[in-house]
Structure formats: structure tokens, C-alpha cells
């Protein structure tokens, strides 16, 4: 019966656990463009930095 209780016990704390991740994820900016990065890799902007005296990257 221990058993039991223990198992019911340690899904609780990791269920609670799981959500309280999931806020920490939310509140800190995880969730608040997902779709951005694909559109980001479309644009044609090149860096300065990578590109040789004749503008070739």
C-alpha cells in the first residue's frame, strides 16, 4: 500500500514540477514568436562582417 501512496505522491511533485516549467517558460519569452524564425531565414540580409573587400560573402 506504501507503494501506492508513493507512486501517487512522486506524479504529483513531477506533475507540478512540469508545470511550474512551463510558466517559468512562458513568463521568460519561450512562446513569444514561434513563427518568426522561419520567415527570419528568407530574408536577404547579409552582414557586413562576412563579406570580402569585393562585397562576395
Known amino acids: 500500500m506504501w ?3 508513493f507512486l501517487i ?3 504529483l511533485v513531477l506533475g507540478i514540477g512540469a ?3 512551463f510558466l517559468w517558460a512562458v513568463k521568460s519569452g519561450q512562446y ?3 513563427e518568426g524564425p522561419k520567415y527570419r531565414m528568407l530574408e536577404d540580409d547579409e552582414d557586413e ?3 570580402d573587400k569585393k562585397g562576395h560573402p
Do not use: C, H, N, V
Open 3 to 5: 507503494t501506492l501512496i
Open 19 to 21: 508545470w511550474l516549467f
Open 32 to 34: 513569444d514568436d514561434p
Open 9 to 11: 505522491f512522486l506524479s
Open 49 to 51: 562582417e562576412f563579406k
